[in-house]
């Protein structure tokens, strides 16, 4: 007997049917002999359609409330897929994150895990129960709602089997495994049998939303067996994230392409060359807890340069208003500047490590297309370009064929 934690995405759960096919596979387990444990997110769209109602009323959110109202997707469908289950006579109980203590920080709309009392579910889990847990949410520790960032249900669903030491994590989407892209841009992308953990997680911190990125963290803190599935096929084995790097001569040195157009830069022009810049700019926007990715700063020639960082799409005002703010008069600025129009791409392959020329490859394809790279970051598995926005599906066109990754190995 196994313990199994299944996490089905929104489009799993779009609608009834799909939800006593949830229903069903869930049965199949337990059938088994396996306990199961079901994370479901909300229905797709659902939370996109509420966060557009709060942006009618306000619009910019206050996080708290936000957070109070997109929690509810999932309220609804714990309760249906408990439901589903009754109705084919297995028992079920549905919890908000709240119901069953999964402790976050208090950064709303953006929170960490910070404990899962997992002794509830244990125990209804010894008295036969199919337990249905509500994604991407818990709640901080004065008892407020928060949310973890769009696609938290991964991380929910990761966490609570750490929590309770299972034996599987299945992702159920609507992909059949993790692919060497988005199949949506490249049709000719292969799903990949097995991914490194530390490949999964450049890849999803590049921009794979197939999972989100806290949740490939939890993997690899906690050693959770996670593996991605498609909700739509009855057989097929996904894709296994490993953490032993398999001894194969034959592994392809890049693994994978991910992308993102949720960044946008910002420039401020005419900064003095001195120490301490970097921090009086990027120290704000920090404390406003704001990630920033990527940073350039030019070596100067005449005591003033330009430093360029990136920052989330959605944060793109916020963070101008702290430089405008704080900041630009405080160094002396000449200007700043922000632009929404930009993409960041990234190759992705532990075998990186132990080869040389993966970088001037990838220029030179872009440079054949006439792509101009706007900004460059490396890690010792990954080189990532920022570059204009309506190039980016020809990009990942281009770099896929490059790297051979259209073909079988
Ligand atoms: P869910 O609602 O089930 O959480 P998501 O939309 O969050 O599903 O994630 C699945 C989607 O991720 C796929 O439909 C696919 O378009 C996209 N995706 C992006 N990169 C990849 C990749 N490398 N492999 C597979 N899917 C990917
Ligand atoms: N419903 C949330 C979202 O759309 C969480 C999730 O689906 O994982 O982002
Ligand atoms: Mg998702």
Excluded: W
């Amino acid at each position: 007997m196994a313990l199994i934690v299944q996490k089905y995405g929104g489009t799993s759960v779009a609608n009834a049917d799909r939800i006593r096919n949830v229903a069903r596979r869930v049965a199949r387990y337990q059938a088994l002999g396996h306990q199961v444990v079901v994370v479901v997110s909300a229905m797709s769209g659902e939370t996109n359609r509420l966060l557009a109602l709060a942006q009618e009323i306000m619009p910019e959110p206050d996080p708290r409330e936000l957070d109070q109202m997109i929690s509810t997707g999932e309220q609804v469908t714990i309760a249906l897929t408990a439901m589903a289950l009754m109705d084919l006579g297995l028992k079920a109980k549905s919890y908000t994150g709240a119901q069953v203590s999964i402790t976050t920080d208090d950064a709303y709309t953006k929170a960490r895990i910070m404990n899962i009392d997992e002794a509830r579910i244990r125990a209804d889990l010894d008295a036969g129960y199919v337990v249905v847990v509500a994604g991407f949410q818990g709640v901080d520790p004065d008892g407020n709602i928060t949310t973890l960032g769009r696609g938290g249900s991964d991380t929910t669903g990761v966490a609570l089997a750490a929590a309770l030491k299972a034996d599987e994590c299945q992702i159920y989407t609507d992909v059949d495994g993790v692919y060497t892209t988005d199949p949506r841009i490249v049709p000719e992308a292969r799903r990949l049998k097995s991914i490194t953990f530390e490949e999964m997680l450049e890849m999803a911190s590049q921009g794979s939303k197939v999972l989100q990125i806290r949740s490939v963290e939890f993997a690899g803190k906690y050693k959770v067996k996670l593996r991605v599935l498609s909700s739509f096929e009855e057989e097929g084995d996904g894709t296994l994230i490993t953490f032993e790097e398999e001894d194969n001569m034959e592994q392809p040195i890049i693994s994978g392409i991910a992308f993102n157009r949720d960044e946008a830069k910002i420039t401020v022009l005419g900064v003095p060359d001195r120490p301490g810049i970097a921090y009086q700019i990027l120290g704000p926007v920090a404390d406003a807890n704001i990630d920033v990715d990527m940073i350039i700063q030019n070596v100067s020639a005449d005591g003033s340069t330009d430093f360029t960082f990136t920052v989330n799409k959605t944060e793109l005002s916020k963070t101008m208003a702290i430089l405008k703010d704080k900041v630009q008069k405080h160094i002396g600025a000449r200007e700043i500047t922000g632009d929404d129009k930009i993409a960041k791409v990234s190759v992705v392959g532990v075998g990186m490590r132990s080869h040389v020329g993966i970088a001037s490859q990838m220029f030179r394809v872009l440079a054949e297309e006439g792509i101009n790279i706007q900004m460059i970051s490396t890690s010792e598995i990954k080189i990532s370009v920022g570059i204009e926005e309506k190039y980016l599906e020809l990009a990942v066109r281009v770099l896929h064929k490059a790297f051979q990754l259209d073909q079988a190995n």
